[in-house]
């Protein structure tokens, strides 16, 4: 079982920084893969980047060159640092945690989100 408290969400003028965090409690938090996605008022759930527990990363398109996620194994966080922000970046951020194990099986835990509004 794992357990995920996202932190920093606030609000901030296009093209400033923000830089969330993700703290997971539980145990084995280094196996999991840790994500973060976002959901926009009216739109669907989207991933946002992710990292892998041998530090490989993923990002979506649109974040690609501005946002940047580490984790912190010893400290069983997560982080999703955010640069040059856009008013589409603009949605309810949140943090995830996934692993596969067996022939087909998962564990898959979500956090309850934090909010990024981008506005001048």
């Known amino acids: 079982q794992v357990q995920l408290v996202e932190s920093g969400g606030d609000l901030v003028q296009p093209g400033g920084s923000l830089r969330l965090s993700c703290a997971a409690s539980?145990?084995?938090?280094?196996?999991?893969?840790m994500g973060w996605y976002r959901q926009a008022p009216g739109k669907q759930r989207e991933l946002v980047a992710s990292?892998?527990?041998?530090?490989?990363?993923n990002y979506a398109n649109s974040v690609q060159g501005r946002f940047i996620i580490s984790r912190d194994n010893a400290k069983g966080t997560v982080y999703l640092q955010m640069n040059s922000l856009k008013p589409e970046d603009t949605a309810v951020y949140y943090c995830?945690?996934?692993?596969?194990?067996?022939?087909?099986?998962?564990?898959?835990?979500w956090g309850q989100g934090t909010q990024v509004t981008v506005s001048s």
């Open positions: 995830n945690a996934n692993r596969l194990y067996g022939l087909a099986s998962q564990d898959n835990y």
């Open positions: 539980g145990t084995m938090f280094y196996i999991y893969t």
């Open positions: 990292i892998t527990s041998s530090a490989s990363t």
